[in-house]
């Protein structure tokens, strides 16, 4: 039973072999590693080659360019060390600036929307005269810049200060200064609120002060609010910037110049001041509160005070020197002693 199951099974199986003719081998399928792939899709090999990005570090750096509307660039380190000056705003200093062409002024802004008047009138035409560039900005923009609490719509930027050697404000060994008349000078020692500083300069040039003497340490010098609040005077008045107040007093006085402190607590009043007041002479001021320096004080040849009728015990720092430059002011522009 098995044998023959057997036998017509391997029969069957011989003839189906032998009654059809043998199937040819199917081709291999090819593979996308072969170079072929889907239908409407490009080869690898006829995609474009994408451009070789550039490595990081050899990318050309971008060129900076100056839009209208930008301040200069300036360097702080000249405001900090030196006497500074380089940005002056409000209206009545930069006409001074532009007016007293003693440096050169880079820009100027001027804020779109401003109401119409004569000194901006003025203000434009000195521009003009200097070649000044000149640009309308939005008063956002110009406020952006600004660094006073009030720029009045004006700003320009300019050379720093010169500073000018102490020897030169003395004079000549003899007390008189470039103008050969005798030197009327301002020691400011320790001084180092802005708005003080400004109306001291302000006073100072409407007195007819030869010359400012400020410390270089621990003392204001021109920032932008101290040139607002001076409204000019900063291009008017020849200024020394010293290492020391008290050995600048000691040089001066060996050039000729009589040093008149003035001092809360001294015995007469700055309406009884000694001395020829018609030769050189420097009146010295404090800091409020702190008052002239021990070593400072020492080294003035005379010391006074401003009488009080008051209950305050104190005038401002601006305040006085505005009264004792006045008077000096006044004392010599009076005849001296001898005179016919």
């Known amino acids: 039973m098995s044998a023959s199951g057997g ?3 391997g029969g069957t199986g011989s003839s189906r072999g032998r ?3 043998p199937r040819p081998p199917k081709p291999a399928r090819p593979t996308r590693s072969a ?3 889907r239908p409407g899709r490009p080869t690898a ?3 474009p080659a994408r451009p070789a990005q550039p490595a990081r570090s050899a990318q050309p750096a971008k060129a900076t360019y100056k839009r209208s509307g ?3 660039h300036t360097s702080g380190t000249s405001d900090r060390r030196g006497l500074g000056g380089s940005q002056v705003e409000g ?3 930069v006409r001074e600036l532009l007016g007293a062409r003693r440096r050169r002024v880079k820009e100027l802004w001027i804020a779109e929307g401003l109401d119409p008047s004569p000194q901006l009138d003025e203000i434009e035409r000195f521009a003009a005269r200097s070649h000044v560039r000149v640009s309308q900005v939005s008063r956002g923009r110009l406020l952006a810049a600004a660094r006073t609490d009030s720029s009045q719509g004006v700003i320009a930027w300019a050379d720093p200060l010169e500073e000018v050697p102490l020897e030169s404000l003395a004079g000549d060994g003899q007390g008189r200064s470039a103008s050969r008349s005798p030197a009327f000078l301002l020691v400011i020692d320790g001084v180092t609120d802005p708005h003080n500083l400004g109306a001291l300069l302000r006073t100072a040039e409407c007195a007819g002060v030869t010359g400012v003497v400020l410390g270089r340490h621990r003392a204001a010098h021109v920032t932008p609010t101290v040139a607002k609040v001076a409204a000019g005077a900063i291009e008017h008045l020849a200024i020394a910037v010293v290492p020391g107040i008290p050995s600048a007093l000691s040089s001066i006085a060996d050039m000729g110049v009589m040093a008149v402190g003035l001092d809360a607590g001294a015995e007469h009043t700055v309406y009884d001041l000694g001395g020829d007041v018609h030769g050189p002479v420097a009146l010295v001021l404090g800091s409020e509160g702190r008052g ?3 070593l400072a004080r020492r080294r003035c040849a005379d010391l006074v005070s401003i009488p009080q009728r008051g209950s305050i015990g104190s005038l401002n720092v601006a305040a006085a020197g505005a009264v004792a430059c006045f008077e000096i002011a006044r004392r010599r522009s009076a005849r001296a ?3 016919a």
Do not use: D
């Open 7 to 9: 036998t017509a099974s």
């Open 19 to 21: 009654g059809r003719k």
């Open 35 to 37: 170079g072929l792939a």
């Open 45 to 47: 090999s006829a995609q």
């Open 70 to 72: 930008e301040p200069p």
């Open 91 to 93: 209206r009545q200093a």
């Open 292 to 294: 002239i320096s021990p």
């Open 337 to 339: 002693p001898g005179e």
